[in-house]
């Protein structure tokens, strides 16, 4: 299985700030996804194909990478923000995900 | 709009066999090229692939789960249904139901409300 590794696994940062998680995957994939989780909610899709936005999906979110790093950016954190982040890879059953990071806002 | 509308009992016994329905509704589940995933989180730890389901009648599982699974579509009623058999309390999670992105397999676009199950006797 590849595995996935996020980090910082949380985050405190201002509203306005510029924030960054990286997923390392253990072999180099091509294609990844980041979803965001709100507590009691389910995790909702922000970025597929790596750096594609989904519709509806603010323009402050964005992402980057390609081998085995890749990087989402919330470029001006807002308040709604505050939530779980994980990254998935695309490529190769079984699918998985990274652990997750908590981004707080300060 | 699709939307996915999940049922199940929440609590399962040790050994006993875990059952869960998805029901789809906004879009045709007979929709071509159309594939479901199902996702579990345990508590306290990140998101864990199930399994898929396509309407090719591809099926793939995870490897560590695969002797234990069983996943079908009914048309009919347009609903999913994944079954875990002899579940033990490792299977305690809240389970997703997803569809995934058509055209871009393998990302997860619109998830059910979640079901929590817990496994205890």
């Known amino acids: 299985d590849i595995q996935m590794t996020q980090s910082p696994s949380s985050v405190s940062a201002s509203v306005g700030d510029r924030v960054s998680i990286t997923c390392r995957a253990s072999?180099?994939?091509?294609?990844l996804a980041w979803y965001q989780e709100k507590p009691g909610k389910a995790p909702k899709l922000l970025i597929y194909?790596?750096?594609r936005l989904q519709t509806g999906v603010p323009s402050r979110f964005s992402g980057s990478g390609s081998g085995t790093d890749f990087t989402l950016t919330i470029s001006g954190l807002q308040p709604e923000d505050s939530a779980t982040y994980y990254c998935q890879q695309a490529d190769t059953i079984p699918l998985t995900f990274g652990g997750g990071t908590n981004v707080e806002i300060k | 709009q699709v939307q996915l509308r999940q049922s199940g009992p929440g609590l399962v016994r040790p050994s006993q066999t875990l059952s869960l329905t998805c029901a789809v509704s906004?879009?045709?589940?007979?929709?071509?090229?159309?594939?479901w995933s199902w996702i579990r989180r345990p508590a306290g730890r990140s998101l864990e692939w199930i399994g898929r389901i396509c309407t090719s009648g591809t099926t793939n599982y995870n490897p560590s789960l695969k002797s234990r699974l069983i996943m079908s579509v009914d048309t009919s009623k347009s609903q999913l249904s994944l079954r875990v058999t002899s579940v033990t309390a490792a299977d305690t999670a809240v389970y997703y139901c997803?569809?995934?992105?058509?055209?871009?397999?393998?990302?997860?676009?619109?998830w059910g409300e979640g079901t929590t199950v817990t496994v205890s006797s």
């Open positions: 997803v569809i995934e992105a058509l055209g871009y397999f393998y990302y997860m676009d619109v």
């Open positions: 072999e180099a994939i091509a294609w």
């Open positions: 906004g879009a045709s589940i007979s929709r071509g090229g159309s594939c």
């Open positions: 194909a790596t750096s």
